[in-house]
């Protein structure tokens, strides 16, 4: 399997392709004047809806779904994957990071 960076860079086309058409004619000239300004509203949106999705992320652990203490000293968060499009999973203890890290491998091996 090879990497293929231009798959995903159309999925994320297409559905914001599929959301224009959604948007009424005032708020589609909102954008266009945001966007002949740069765009900084737009990113700004973008930045909090990604945020807050990595935040959500991090609440639950990836193995066994346990709500996560964020001032617990016992919680690891794993970050992987290419540059452009890092993931991340956050673990209640080392033994469900032991388990996350044990199933990647034997997928790993196949
Ligand atoms: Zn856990």
Redesign the pocket.
């Known amino acids: 399997m090879t990497c293929t960076p231009t798959y995903r860079g159309d999925i994320m086309g297409y559905r914001v392709k599929e959301m224009i058409p959604g948007l009424d004619y005032e708020d589609l000239k909102k954008l266009q004047f945001d966007l002949n300004k740069g765009g900084l509203h737009l990113r700004k949106l973008v930045d909090d809806q990604v945020k807050q999705l990595e935040k959500k992320h991090s609440c639950i ?1 990836a ?4 709500d996560i203490d964020d001032r617990s000293a016992e919680t690891y968060t794993l970050v992987f994957g290419p540059h452009d499009f890092r993931k991340k999973a956050t ?3 080392l ?2 990071l032991q388990y996350f890290l044990g199933n990647i491998k034997m997928i790993k091996r196949g």
């Open positions: 652990c193995n066994c779904m346990a673990f209640c203890g033994d469900c």
